[in-house]
């Protein structure tokens, strides 16, 4: 019999459950010089909001002055899925067990709150072999800020897990902007690789591993 999931766990993707930040920033750049950009602030860390949708709208229309409408997105969208493709997609070591062990073991439920486009999110879960719903996933096509799309995503968990409420959300994230989106919703937060530790624990990270293997289930209940 499922267990009940009285508590929910929102993971981001890049960085976080696929090894693929580097794979989707280079595709992030050829794929904009394809809609047309050629010169940009690649410093994608520096934007207001960290996601597809809004650096992309940011640099798009201050380039061309033309409105970043949503047939540029959608063509946008699939010109990553294109650059994305061709690589292999590795997954954060652990990930994919931890995933399966969450949802089959304990009464966390899971869901995905990305910055990514959903089209490139899906293309990675499914590539690196992580088990995902599709109602399961927000990404950054409706939504630009992360926030918006955390909540999003616990939202539809609700109904996907059918439940009134979670009395306990915790986010796993591996960049400021994931560690500031949980902050800013009041939700706990885990750090998953080194790159960014020093910078997220200096922030306020309590929780740290350096990836999955390192992360046995049983302590997401403590």
Not at 6 to 20: A, E, Y
Not at 146 to 156: D, G, M, P, S
Not at 196 to 214: I, R, S, V
Request: with cysteine.
């Amino acid at each position: 019999m499922a267990k009940i999931k009285r508590n929910l766990i929102v993971f981001d993707i890049d960085g976080t459950l696929t090894d693929t930040v580097d794979i989707h920033q280079n595709a992030f750049k050829k794929s904009l010089r394809l809609i047309g950009v050629e010169r940009f602030d690649d410093a994608f860390g520096t934007y207001k909001h960290h996601t597809d949708s809004y650096i992309a709208k940011v640099i798009f229309e201050y380039n061309t002055n033309k409105p970043f409408e949503k047939s540029t997105l959608d063509l946008f969208e699939e010109h990553l899925v294109t650059q994305i493709n061709p690589n292999e997609i590795k997954e954060i070591s652990g990930a994919k067990q931890m995933i399966k062990d969450i949802e089959s073991k304990t009464n966390f439920g899971i869901c995905f709150a990305t910055g990514s486009l959903l089209k490139p999110a899906t293309l990675k879960l499914d590539k690196a072999g992580i088990d995902f719903d599709p109602m399961q996933i927000v990404a950054s096509n409706e939504m630009e800020e992360r926030e918006e799309i955390i909540k999003k995503a616990i939202y539809n968990a609700r109904s996907f897990y059918k439940v009134e409420k979670f009395d306990r959300i915790v986010s796993f994230g591996d960049g400021i902007w994931d560690l500031r989106a949980a902050q800013n919703l009041s939700l706990e937060f885990v750090g998953i690789g080194n790159k960014h530790k020093e910078t997220l624990t200096k922030n306020g990270m309590k929780k740290h591993y350096p990836d999955f293997m390192d992360l046995k289930w049983e302590e997401l209940m403590l």
